[in-house]
């Protein structure tokens, strides 16, 4: 028996409770801080009305939290049946797969929503690497650091082909020029700059770094395997 692996793993098991219940408190911090703007939008998210709740950005946010309990019984269920059919790290690959749809696709809604003069106004490009960055300011740089976050924290937990930053940088990239080409070619009153692909690929990075550890042994073992099934004793 190893000694040593038995008395790392409740560390290990300690961690990641301590990381879990941090992270559940950070939430609700967030959510208590923006409680009154998000319950402003709950009647009419409630009421199943589209105007007002899923193209605001309070209604959006509301619904994100709500759909919570829903994210994580999808997750509970994948990880279910892949554990029945002898998948390793079945948790890991469930958990990566829901948060990188969860966390990725409001975000997109809210980048897409067309502005008051979409349709009439004509499209606007910037070309001009770091013109926009300093008219962004604070919540706009943030935000644009988070629209890709959730893909690159889990995409290369789950895809062993994008464990390195080269290649989530440039997943976050193509996937920022995409964004920016539908304002665009859609003219939904936004403006398609370069320096969004250059902010939304910098979160993509950032979050990818903070799941490295996860992320570095599914590039060296890859979780998608059925466990062999032991040889019959002859």
């Not at 941090?22 to 408190?25: E, F, N, P, T, Y």
């Not at 976050?172 to 304002?183: D, F, M, Y």
């Given at each position: 028996?190893?000694?040593?692996?038995?008395?790392a793993?409740?560390?290990?098991?300690?961690?990641?409770?301590?990381?879990?219940v941090?992270?559940?408190?950070g939430m609700?911090?967030a959510v208590?801080?923006?409680?009154?703007p998000?319950?402003?939008?709950?009647?009419t998210?409630m009421?199943?009305r589209w105007?007002?709740?899923?193209d605001?950005?309070n209604?959006?946010?509301?619904?994100?939290?709500?759909?919570?309990?829903?994210?994580?019984l999808?997750?509970?269920?994948?990880a279910?049946?892949?554990?029945?059919?002898?998948?390793?790290s079945?948790?890991r690959?469930s958990?990566?797969?829901?948060g990188?749809v969860?966390?990725?696709?409001?975000?997109?809604?809210?980048?897409?929503m067309?502005g008051g003069?979409?349709?009439?106004?004509?499209?606007?490009v910037s070309?001009?690497p770091?013109?926009d960055?300093?008219?962004?300011?604070?919540?706009?740089?943030?935000?644009?650091?988070?629209?890709f976050?959730?893909?690159?924290?889990?995409?290369?937990m789950?895809?062993?082909?994008?464990?390195?930053?080269?290649?989530?940088l440039?997943l976050?990239?193509?996937?920022?020029?995409?964004?920016?080409?539908?304002?665009y070619?859609?003219?939904?009153?936004r403006?398609s700059?370069?320096?969004?692909?250059?902010?939304n690929?910098?979160?993509?990075?950032l979050?990818?770094?903070?799941?490295?550890?996860?992320w570095?042994?599914t590039?060296?073992a890859?979780?998608d395997?059925p466990?062999?099934?032991?040889?019959?004793?002859?």
């Open positions: 028996m190893n000694d040593s692996a038995s008395l793993a409740p560390p290990r098991r300690a961690r990641g409770t301590v990381l879990l941090l992270a559940i408190l609700a911090s208590f801080v923006v409680r009154r998000l319950m402003m939008a709950a009647p998210c009421a199943g105007h007002g709740c899923f605001t950005f209604g959006v946010v509301l619904m994100t939290l709500v759909a919570l309990p829903l994210a994580a999808v997750v509970w269920a994948l279910r049946r892949r554990r029945a059919a002898g998948v390793t079945a948790w690959m958990v990566a797969e829901v990188m969860h966390g990725t696709v409001p975000f997109l809604w809210l980048t897409m067309p003069g979409a349709g009439t106004v004509p499209a606007r070309l001009v770091l013109r960055l300093m008219t962004m300011g604070p919540v706009g740089i943030g935000g644009n650091l988070l629209i976050a959730a893909l690159g924290f889990f995409a290369p789950r895809f062993a082909a994008l464990a390195s930053v080269p290649r989530i440039a976050g990239a193509g996937c920022s020029v995409l964004v920016e080409t539908a304002q070619v859609l003219r939904l009153d403006v700059s370069v320096d969004d692909v250059l902010v690929a910098a979160g993509a990075v979050a990818a770094l903070a799941s490295r550890r996860w570095r042994a590039a060296h890859p979780s395997r466990r062999p099934s032991p040889a019959p004793a002859g």
